[in-house]
């Protein structure tokens, strides 16, 4: 099937931790941009000859809108040859060729179960779009338990907007792992230490989901599934590479 490329132009970039940026985009050929929380774009950069060296993809970082813009959260990676083009080349005005909205990291119709998302780094950005949208929409939910992880303080992204959270939205509460910050009053260490004594206790209620890196997000796989006996269709997963 043919894809279908669109333009998006950048509005606006900002930082959000001392290697991580959000970039905010509008795509004028649409009227509105329409996604469901948990999916992502793929950019095709102008950093390759070959397709799979140009293509890029982005969760979506932002609730979804009554316009045609959309927000990402993009880390600068090593040696990063797309987030380094990102980073250093695109400007306000720049326009990026991309396909999408696809993916199916996305919550049920009916959140009849508690939830629970475990993400390192930029992979909070499909978390903040679902909880934006239920907060927004009014949805229905059980409990929502955010596990972020990162090295120091300074990388903790969304920081003040998930503390007003806890109090927004009833059930929802969020924990830091902080791996490189010895004097942080949170857990210390990595993430996996919070979700392997909270949910402990087997339950069929529940639903985890993962997101960010393979190496975390295997890990955490592995301990829900093979040392906490979860089954597999409660643990859903988006991997980033
Ligand atoms: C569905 C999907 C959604 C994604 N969403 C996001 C997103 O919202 N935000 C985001 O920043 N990235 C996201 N990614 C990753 C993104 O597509 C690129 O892989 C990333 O930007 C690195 O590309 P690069 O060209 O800069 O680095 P490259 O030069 O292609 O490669 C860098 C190498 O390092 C690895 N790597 C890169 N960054 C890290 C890191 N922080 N930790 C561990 N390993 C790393 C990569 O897997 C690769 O092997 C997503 C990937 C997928 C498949």
Redesign the pocket.
């Known amino acids: 099937m043919a894809i279908t490329w669109h333009t998006a132009i950048v509005r606006r970039t900002a930082s959000l931790a001392p290697e991580v940026r959000a970039f905010y985009l509008e795509v004028p050929e649409m009227e509105r941009f329409d996604f469901t929380p948990g999916q992502?774009i793929t950019f095709d950069l102008p950093v390759g000859e070959k397709r799979l060296q140009r293509w890029?993809?982005?969760?979506i970082?932002g609730c979804p809108g009554h316009d045609n813009t959309f927000e990402?959260?993009?880390?600068r990676?090593?040696?990063?040859?797309?987030?380094?083009y990102l980073f250093e080349e695109v400007r306000e005005g720049t326009e990026l060729r991309f396909k999408g909205p696809e993916?199916s990291f996305v919550l049920p119709p009916e959140l009849d179960r508690d939830i629970v998302m475990i993400c390192t780094?930029?992979g909070i950005?499909p978390f903040r779009s679902m909880i934006q949208a239920i907060r927004r929409f009014g949805r229905p939910h059980r409990r929502i338990h955010l596990i972020f992880g990162a090295r120091t303080e300074a990388d903790i992204l969304y920081r003040s907007e998930f503390e007003a959270l806890q109090s927004e939205v009833p059930g929802f509460s969020w924990d830091v792992a902080l791996s490189r910050q010895p004097d942080w009053h949170g857990f210390r260490g990595y993430i996996h230490q919070i979700y392997l004594s909270a949910y402990a206790h087997t339950r069929p209620d529940v639903t985890f989901y993962l997101c960010g890196?393979s190496a975390m997000v295997d890990e955490a796989a592995t301990n829900l599934i093979q040392k906490l006996g979860y089954n597999k269709d409660q643990v859903r997963m988006?991997?980033?590479?």
């Open positions: 992502f890029r993809s982005y969760s970082a990402l959260c993009i880390v990676a090593q040696p990063g040859l797309g987030s380094r993916g780094g930029t950005a890196w988006e991997l980033y590479g």
